[in-house]
Every structure is written in C-alpha cells, then in structure tokens.
C-alpha cells in the first residue's frame, strides 16, 4: 500500500541511516519542520538532477532542532531511515506550503559477503592513505558498510544515485570496489611524483652501475 509523504527536494542524495544537518530558511520547509515537531511527520529526500526530481528517495526523520534563529530559520539534526520509489508527486500538500507524494518503501540489504567487505575496506585504506584522508574506516561487520563510505570516494552525484538504486549490499560493494581501482593507478603515480619531489635538494646515497 502506498502512502503519502512530504518531500523536501534537494541537489544531494542521502543514503539510509545516513546522519544529515541541514540549514532551513525557506517559509514552506520551516512548516514542514513544524509539522515534524507537532504531528512527528518523516519527510523525504529525493535527488533533483539533471533538471528532474529522481524517482528513488530517502525517508528521513527529525532528531533535533540544534538552534532557532529569530527570523524562523532552523538548524536541524536529522537521520535517514530507509528508502522509496516516488510513485506520484503532488506539487503541494492539501493546505501546506510543501511538496508531497505517495512512496512505495524498498527493501534494502544491509551486510554483504565478507570478502567483499574486508576488499573494499583494505582499498579504501590504501586510497585514503594516497590522498591522506583522515576518515575512520567502518568495522567489517557494519551494516550498510557500503553507505558509510560513499561519500567520501570520489562520486558524483549521478554515481551517488546509482549506488542508492541499488538494493543488494553485494551490488553496491562490488560498484565501490570497481570505482576505487580505477581512482588507484592515477593516485599511486601521483604519491611516487610527490616523493620525487620532496627528494629534490637531499643528499642521495645513490649506486653506480658496474660499467
């Protein structure tokens, strides 16, 4: 059975269980926001890209109002609780000044196979270690370890909506796992290029070939 939610349309995509912090302003999202406090409302986030609202969206709830301004803008906790396919979109919600539509929920999985997972991780290690990222990386056994690194691999926007599309966590692991191997070679030539240059002007302990 579908049901109707809000939707609060941005130019990111949001991953479930994905923490999100956003900055509010606009008259219909502060009553959006407001209907979350008092009637305890989810809303969703669906992609807007390539002048179109994606038709997979994240549901994401209220955690806390961080701070008020005194002209009604918000800053806002919230977490994102699972994902959906936007089956029809409505302009405006019966008497509010925000967007809604009517979703049908997916199921998504949420571990993948652990070889998969111990791969993915030792190259995101490696890539991080080139470009020196300070970002923990997951443990083995986290779930949606696939989302918890997403955002910090290098993809675009339309690389970030296909991973969301994708509801099996072996899927989405063996997408970043190809994604990184090709970030690699290019990042490995530059760390031996940097090291180059940092020899430059040091003493060099250097052997002559026997000729």
Request: charged share 25%; net charge negative; glycine share 6%.
């Amino acid at each position: 059975m579908n049901e109707a939610i809000a939707l609060f349309p941005l130019q990111i995509v949001v991953f479930p269980d994905e923490q999100l912090n956003l900055h509010i302003f606009e008259p219909r999202y502060k009553q959006l926001i407001r209907d979350c406090v008092t009637k305890g409302i989810h809303f969703g986030i669906n992609a807007f890209m390539n002048q179109q609202l994606q038709p997979i969206g994240t549901e994401v709830k209220l955690v806390a109002i961080e701070k008020e301004y005194e002209n009604g803008e918000l800053d806002i906790r919230t977490r994102a609780v699972g994902a959906y396919r936007l089956e029809d979109y409505f302009p405006l919600m019966p008497g509010k000044l925000y967007a809604g539509g009517t979703i049908k929920r997916l199921s998504y999985d949420a571990a993948g196979q652990p070889h998969l997972v111990r791969q993915l991780l030792d190259l995101a290690e490696e890539l991080f270690g080139l470009y020196e990222v300070s970002k923990p990386l997951p443990e083995e056994d986290s779930a949606f370890l696939s989302y918890q690194l997403a955002h910090y691999l290098g993809l675009n926007l339309d690389q970030e909506y296909q991973l969301l599309c994708m509801e099996e966590e072996d899927d989405r692991l063996q997408y970043l796992i190809y994604h990184i191997q090709g970030l690699l070679p290019p990042a490995r030539d530059m760390k031996k290029m940097k090291d180059r240059i940092r020899l430059n002007g040091h003493f060099k302990h250097l052997v002559p070939p026997g000729v």
